[in-house]
Nanobody
Framework: QVQLVESGGGLVQPGGSLRLSCVAS????????MGWYRQAPGKQRELVAK???????NYVDSVKGRFTISRDDAKNTVYLQMNSLKPEDTAVYYC??????????????WGQGTQVTVSS
């Protein structure tokens, strides 16, 4: 079992910055990848950024150069630093974890979501 608790969302002006945090608890040793997804009204949920156990990262093209995903293993926390925010970044952002479970099966976990609104 893995639990994910997110924080850091809010209202920010275009060009501003936010840092999202996701604290994982439970069987955190089983996590091999963590990421951030977002879903805007009327749109499908999309992967924004992911960081794997080997520290490799992936970003959706629209955020490359502006967003940075990072991890602090000592704090069981993954971050999403969002700079140069644009109105089109407005969405509910969800923390996500990929983990192994008993028997070698894989399972995924989701945070509750945090609202990011970019508006002047």
């Amino acid at each position: 079992q893995v639990q994910l608790v997110e924080s850091g969302g809010g209202l920010v002006q275009p060009g501003g910055s936010l840092r999202l945090s996701c604290v994982a608890s439970g069987s955190t040793i089983s996590i091999y990848g963590m990421g951030w997804y977002r879903q805007a009204p009327g749109k499908q949920r999309e992967l924004v950024a992911k960081i794997m156990y080997d520290d490799s990262t992936n970003y959706v093209d629209s955020v490359k150069g502006r967003f940075t995903i990072s991890r602090d293993d000592a704090k069981n926390t993954v971050y999403l630093q969002m700079n140069s925010l644009k109105p089109e970044d407005t969405a509910v952002y969800y923390c996500h974890a990929d983990a192994t479970i008993a028997g070698g099966y894989k399972y995924d976990y989701w945070g509750q979501g945090t609202q990011v609104t970019v508006s002047s």
